[in-house]
């Protein structure tokens, strides 16, 4: 009789652990998930606050094909279709065009709206094919950001107006810090266009994120 009590004792003290364990792994587990999920609305609220507070706006697919599909642009004139001699971009995708194999088309183009004296058309490239277009809307364009050299950059700046307010030259300036540093000093820029500063054609639009 009294093994069998002592027996019975010792079976519900290694009971009486495994449910400590139990518990003690449940509790640490229940701690690590909050942990986990904590790290991950931490990581999330750091990435809105780092996130660029501007968009890139490329030429549109629609008017790239309407383009393609009418051989004219909006003035009238024929697109001239070519092998590509220069890295571009194409306004579309804003990629560098591939020298010597890619097919463009250069035809004249006005990033505006509004009818006024800052309406300025002037040549663009797209690509001959249909292509995607630039999907990385809350950065620069990488491949144009790095090449300082074939891309030189400069910033024009118009207020809702379309009125130009604001010119400024890249350089060797990190060009998604400048455009960021714009937009939260001047009030008055109610959107970029970014131009090649040598050729002075026009590259993409800049809006407010």
């Known amino acids: 009789m009294e093994q069998a009590v002592l027996l019975l004792l010792s079976f519900c003290c290694v009971a009486l652990l495994c449910i400590q364990n139990i518990i003690r792994r449940v509790i ?10 904590y790290r991950r609305t931490e990581i999330c609220v750091r990435k809105k606050i780092d996130m660029n507070k501007f ?3 490329p030429i549109s697919a629609e008017y790239a094909q309407r383009i393609r599909s009418n051989k004219k642009d909006d003035f009238g004139r024929e697109v001239i279709e070519q092998t590509a001699t220069g890295l571009g971009p194409c306004r579309v995708s804003l990629k560098p065009f591939k020298r010597n194999i890619d097919k463009r088309l250069l035809l004249t183009h006005s990033p505006f709206e509004i009818d006024n004296a800052f309406d300025q058309p002037g040549p663009v490239f797209i690509n001959a094919e249909e292509v995607e277009p630039y999907k990385d809307i809350y950065n620069f364009p990488p491949e144009i950001k ?3 050299e074939s891309f030189p950059l400069t910033l024009i700046g118009y207020n809702e107006k379309q009125m130009m307010v604001f010119t400024k030259l890249v ?3 990190d060009v998604d810090e400048l455009i960021n540093s714009i937009f939260e000093t001047r009030e008055d820029v109610a959107y970029l266009h970014a131009r090649n500063a040598q050729a002075c054609c026009f590259i993409c639009k800049i809006e407010r994120a």
């Open 28 to 37: 640490k587990l229940r701690k690590y998930r909050v942990d986990i999920l």
């Open 55 to 57: 968009k890139i706006v």
């Open 146 to 148: 790095a090449n300082k």
């Open 171 to 173: 350089g060797d300036a």
